[in-house]
């Protein structure tokens, strides 16, 4: 088990990019709440980035509630016949462990 400085150094990452490869969402969200706090201080120069994520989440929840809630999730399962590999090649033991 990692002592408590090994965790908190572990937070910060080495690159900009590793998290996001690497699948860290610890240091994603670290990012995440840095970028944040440098955008709110820098003022008037980061407003165009502020209404630009806020244009874009806007636009991803329209999509995301178009013909209802729930409606990508309960098509996302689906793929035409012809695209499906037969059932018999399917194994539990090829699923990751969760």
Do not use: H, Y
């Amino acid at each position: 088990m990692p002592r408590r400085s090994e965790f908190l150094t572990d937070i910060v990452p080495n690159s900009f990019f590793g998290p996001f490869v690497e699948g860290n969402i610890l240091q994603v969200i670290f990012l995440a709440v840095v970028f944040g706090i440098a955008i709110k201080l820098v003022g008037k120069t980061g407003e165009p980035i502020v209404t630009a994520v806020g244009r874009l989440t806007a636009v991803v929840f329209k999509v995301l509630s178009s013909p209802g809630p729930g409606w990508p999730a309960a098509a996302a399962p689906w793929s035409p016949p012809s695209s499906r590999p037969p059932t018999s090649t399917w194994r539990w033991s090829a699923c990751p462990p969760i």
